[in-house]
């Protein structure tokens, strides 16, 4: 594998700063043995200059190293709250094959996105468009034992919502599964990124912060391994 333009950028700066030491170095070195006035003018002034030089590179160093991890971790946003129906509507929207999802109830999910009602705006529909479309669409959640009280009816609610929804979508490929613990992750799939962060429990997962990633990233594999993972295990 040839080493990205980044990584040659780095080593790059990597040798030039080190030959800027050297000449730094044989530069004091000439001011200290040096009794000329003029020439120790010069050395001095060489040597000054390259010490600055040396310290802008390993700024820039350090950013580019920076930059280059996270491209690695292949990171393509940092959400501080998950609180934006219309980024999500459009993120559900993009979705050609699956939308995944594992989070604490998904009452909101449903609210915001597969509202049956005729009057419904069709911004509020987007879920619906999809499983019309064939898309498969998978939620994984806590089973009522493990919700704290406050949360009990969403449970029943979003069991509302997909009988309505299978009543007037029979066909759709919506499927709803259980885990038996404690919610700790919420995992938001379409397609080829993922959206990934933590469940506090005393904290709505709207106002949590997110990492947006590509499912290629080390992160979104953790996460994806662990999705599927517990569905595999998790109950009808």
């Known amino acids: 594998m040839k080493p990205s333009h980044a990584c040659f950028k780095i080593k790059t700066s990597i040798i030039i700063i080190v030959l800027l030491f050297i000449i730094a170095g044989v530069l004091f070195y000439l001011y200290f043995k ?8 010069v050395f001095g002034s060489l040597a000054a200059g390259l010490i600055v030089a040396i310290i802008q ?37 993009t979705a050609k094959e699956n939308i995944y999802v594992m989070g604490v109830t998904a009452i909101r999910f449903f609210k915001d996105f597969a509202d049956i009602e005729p009057s419904a705006p069709q911004d509020a529909k987007v879920l619906l468009g999809k499983l019309g479309k064939n898309i498969k669409v998978k939620i994984l959640l806590p089973s009522v034992d493990y919700l704290r009280d406050n949360k009990k009816n969403d449970f029943n609610s979003v069991k509302q919502y997909k009988d309505a929804i299978m009543k007037e979508l029979p066909n759709c490929r919506l ?39 590509k499912n290629t990233s080390p992160i979104a594999q953790k996460y994806l391994d662990y999705f599927n993972d517990e569905w595999e295990n998790a109950n009808e």
Do not use: W
């Not at 040096?34 to 003018?41: G, I, P, T, V």
């Not at 393509?76 to 929207?93: P, W």
């Open 34 to 41: 040096e009794n000329d006035e003029k020439l120790l003018a």
């Open 57 to 93: 590179l390993i700024i820039a160093l350090q950013e580019n190293i920076q930059i280059e991890k996270l491209k690695n971790l292949e990171l393509i946003n940092i959400m501080y709250s998950r609180d934006e129906r219309a980024f999500y509507r459009k993120y559900i929207d």
């Open 175 to 213: 499927e709803i599964k259980y885990f038996n613990h404690i919610p700790s992750h919420s995992i938001f799939i379409v397609d080829k990124t993922c959206i990934v962060g933590p469940v506090f429990p005393k904290i709505e997962s709207k106002y949590t912060p997110a990492l947006h990633l």
